[in-house]
């Protein structure tokens, strides 16, 4: 068998400041780029833009954590029954859960909202004999409806992948002890299960705020309706800008805190290096 010969130290340097040297390069890049929007900004201040503009900016911007909030709260609890029943021993309890986390996973979100908003809107009879019409008449239940959907889907992976992840001895050992199996969970797995889960969580949240400039499309005011509102008055770029930087602030913000959270539930998991 042929070997593979070592590489030459002198091969390695150089593709180590090949390496370097693209680096600086792309971050060279990334100054010139933020500095050049940093001084766009300066330049093309204008204090009534602000003053007549900037309230709507925090307005949408609220409208837009309230149905985050919302819809992530509603589809947490949607995502428990399709978690388990993805983990069912029940094949058709099983595969449905598993057909509603491939649909809602491998769609786009903007073609489920236009789903929702377009083509359930068109059995206005039917849903208001069912007493349902209320949900599909307004673009913001819609939206929180869509988002919900969406956001439970990945939940419920997210959870079950934690869940599983949960090592079988504490379940046996639960067990051994004779406690009843919600005990089990909800004292046992489900905390430990929720520290795995900390980060996708995380992660889910911020997506979800990304994500939820689609329903401007919709007619809902939120950061991005709002924006692309002051843009069609004024044709001013700088609307884009500033609503970039309310995401990249949130984003940000979102970042640090998940940081303190996860290092505050995990602290018994570090060790003492004092």
């Known amino acids: 068998m042929i070997e593979e010969r070592p590489r030459p130290e002198s091969i390695k340097g150089a593709l180590m400041n090949i390496s370097r040297a693209v680096g600086l390069i792309l971050l060279l890049g990334w100054v010139v780029f933020f500095t050049s929007i940093i001084w766009f900004l300066y330049t093309s201040y204008d204090p009534n833009y602000i003053a007549r503009y900037g309230p709507k900016y925090f307005h949408g911007f609220w409208t837009t954590l309230e149905l985050v909030f919302w819809s992530l709260i509603l589809g947490g609890l949607l995502s428990l029954p ?3 029943g993805r983990m069912s021993s029940n094949t058709l309890v099983s595969r449905i859960s598993f057909g509603y986390i491939y649909f809602f996973r491998g769609t786009p979100l903007l073609a489920q909202l236009f789903l929702l908003y377009y083509g359930f809107g068109q059995f206005r009879p039917f849903w208001q004999d069912m007493g349902l019409w209320w949900l599909f008449r307004d673009s913001w239940s819609i939206a929180l409806l869509s988002f919900t959907l969406n956001t439970a889907a990945y939940q419920a992976e997210i ?12 379940l046996e050992g639960a067990q051994s002890l004779g406690l009843p199996k919600l005990v089990t969970f909800f004292k046992i797995t489900l905390p430990q299960a929720l520290i ?4 996708p969580y995380g992660n889910e949240i911020i997506l979800m705020v990304k994500g939820s400039a689609v329903v401007s499309i919709i007619s809902v005011f939120d950061l991005m309706g709002e924006t692309r509102r002051a843009f069609s008055q004024t ?6 800008i500033y609503a970039a930087i309310f995401y990249l602030l949130f984003v940000e913000i979102m970042r640090r ?3 303190i959270l996860e290092h505050r539930l995990t602290r018994h998991l570090h060790r003492d290096t004092d």
């Open 257 to 259: 805190l998940w940081d």
């Open 82 to 84: 399709v978690a388990f």
């Open 196 to 199: 795995v889960a900390l980060r």
């Open 159 to 170: 959870l079950r992948g934690a869940i599983m992840n949960v090592p079988r001895g504490q």
């Open 235 to 240: 044709y001013d770029f700088q609307a884009y």
